[in-house]
């Protein structure tokens, strides 16, 4: 694999959301999961929240078992999260902030506020060998804590940038790219490795993924939603080809 390419962790956690809609086994997020494998992803990123509103317990277990591509855990700074990263020592961790009444991850985290805490969570993941990257705004004073707490990698939050988009307002959208450039490049001025998502789709995924200092790009729902339309394989690649344009 060339040193350009830009890895795509695709996010199953809303294959769980409509299996939990009715309470039974289907549709499988482990056979989503699978599936993208096949169809070029090159990790998989699940989100055990606290309320376990969509992937489970019995999720995680089951994609330790099958993957043959590596799981990216996101979960929020709790104990409890903490003991089951601890358990499975999957090959990334993903601290993420976390609020019971959001639908969704709302933001980055707070890292400079939390910095001590924070220092001390991370700690034994990355004794068991675990990757720790911390989900952050475009921010240069959450980058510096990132680093100085010991995160190996950061995953920059690009929601404001796709909402901007999305609404129309492309002067912030532009705003918002810019940052999430200088951003990217201060953080692998730093050392640390630059992932980046959230909200990105066909529309708002190239210039994103032509920042040469991020090397993974981790995208869910909207390939979820994508694959009611085209099918998950599908999906997918064209998500993998209009990446791959972009670093050609």
């Known amino acids: 694999m060339s040193e350009n390419h830009l890895r795509l962790g695709v996010n199953i956690d809303h294959v769980a959301t409509v299996r939990n809609a009715r ?24 989100h055990l929240r606290e309320d376990r509103r969509h992937i489970s317990d019995t999720d995680i277990d089951g994609l330790m078992e099958v993957l043959s591509v590596p799981l990216n855990f996101e979960m929020a700074a709790t104990d409890e999260m903490q003991k089951i990263a601890l358990r499975h020592k999957p090959h990334a961790v993903c601290i993420v902030p976390e609020k019971r009444e959001e639908r969704t991850t709302e933001g980055g985290l707070e890292v400079a506020r939390e910095e001590n805490k924070l220092a001390h969570f991370i700690a034994p993941l990355r004794d068991v060998g675990c990757r720790v990257s911390i ?14 707490i010991g995160a190996e990698v ?12 999305a609404e129309g307002r492309m002067d912030d959208a532009a705003q918002e790219l810019e940052s999430l450039r200088q951003m990217s490049a201060f953080a692998h001025s730093l050392g640390l490795e630059v992932h980046a998502g959230h909200g990105l789709t066909y529309d708002t995924v190239k210039p994103v993924a032509a920042f040469p200092e991020v090397k993974e790009l981790n995208i869910g729902h909207f390939l979820i939603g994508e694959s009611i339309f085209l099918g998950l394989t599908p999906a997918i690649q064209e998500m993998r080809r209009l990446m791959d344009e972009a670093r050609a």
């Open 135 to 148: 989900f952050i705004a475009a921010d240069q004073r959450q980058i510096e804590a990132a680093h100085r």
């Open 23 to 46: 309470g039974g086994a289907y549709p499988d997020p482990l056979r989503a999961a699978k599936l993208a494998e096949e169809a070029g992803a090159d990790g998989i990123t699940a």
């Open 154 to 165: 950061i995953e920059l939050h690009t929601g404001a940038y796709c909402d901007a988009h």
